[in-house]
Structure formats: C-alpha cells, structure tokens
C-alpha cells in the first residue's frame, strides 16, 4: 500500500489534494478555486477493517469562514454529525467529500466487485464551501479492465453526472474524468 497519494484537480475546478496513508486512516488537504469561490478542507477520515467509514473529521476555510464538522458511523449505517443523530444518512456506509477524489476508492474497495457487477453506494456527502452535510446516492459499474488500472462506471444522479473512472493497483483513484487525475 503507498503511503501518500495526490491529485491535480481539474475541469470542475482548479486545484490540488495530497493524502497521506497509515493503514485505515487518511489525512489529507485539498485547496481549490471552483466556480470563482476560493476554499481549503482538511480531513482525516478512519476506516473499519471492512472499509466502511468509522470517523471522519473535516475542517474547511472559505470566504465564509472557518468550518469544523466531524462525523460518526457505527458501521451498520447509522450517522451522527456534530454529536447528534443524523437519520437523513441511514443506510450510508461512506464518507464523500466534495473536495476530495480520495473518498471515491472507499466503495470500490470495500465492494470487491468483479467486471460486469454493479452496486450502489449512497454516502453521508460533504460539501466543500459550507461543510453541510447530505445523503448522495452514487453507483458504480465494475467495466473491464485496461492497461492503466480497473475501470468503473459511476453515477451521481443528484448532480446528473457520469463517468467512467479509472483505480490503480491499490484501489486509489488514478483518473477522475472532469474531476481529476493523479500527481503521483
């Protein structure tokens, strides 16, 4: 497993994420320009051994201030934000970050899909300017491989966006079309 990763964002926005990895944990720091809004996330996000989001802590800074929420599963699906019972995420497994392409390996990793299987992954999402905090549906498409690394069809249908992308050895997101791509 590599210890740091990082991504060049590009397209949707102007920027750069850098994570580093100690076994099922990931802190990292995006800064980025989107749509003319300046905004910096920092994030430390703990998996279970099943990788499914136990804790996730994210800190945000923006025109609008400085922003900390910090997020807790119990691996069954059920979510607390901020401390307080969020049943509007039942059911997610995940953490997404609107800032980060990192979170999308989390899924992918934790399905083990083989090519031609499907599965959705709705996620407690968290919004890059504000920090709020809402249930996204996602989907993904396991799609043959190629020479770059396993391809997966994925779906956001609240932002009526698809894609194709495409992970490394390791699972790590490697080409994020509109999105991102690796740095290193």
Sequence with gaps: MTRFAAWQHVEARDGFEVV??????????????????????????????DARTRRAHVSGLSAGGRRDVRLEADGAGHWRVNGDPAPH????????????????????????????????APAAYVRALDLSVERLEQHYVRLDDCERGQRYHYASPAFDFE??????????????????????
């Design 20 to 49: 580093f990895i100690d076994g099922l944990r990931y802190a990292g720091e995006t800064a980025a320009v989107e749509a003319g809004e300046a905004w910096a996330v920092s994030y430390v996000i703990e998996l279970a051994e």
């Design 89 to 120: 995420l039942d059911g997610c497994l995940d953490v997404d970050l609107e800032s980060s392409s990192l979170t999308n390996a989390f899924p992918v990793h934790r399905f083990g899909l083989q090519i031609g299987e499907e599965a959705d």
């Design 163 to 184: 894609c194709e992308i495409v992970y490394d050895e390791v699972g790590l997101v490697r080409d994020y079309p509109g999105i991102a791509v690796r740095a290193t």
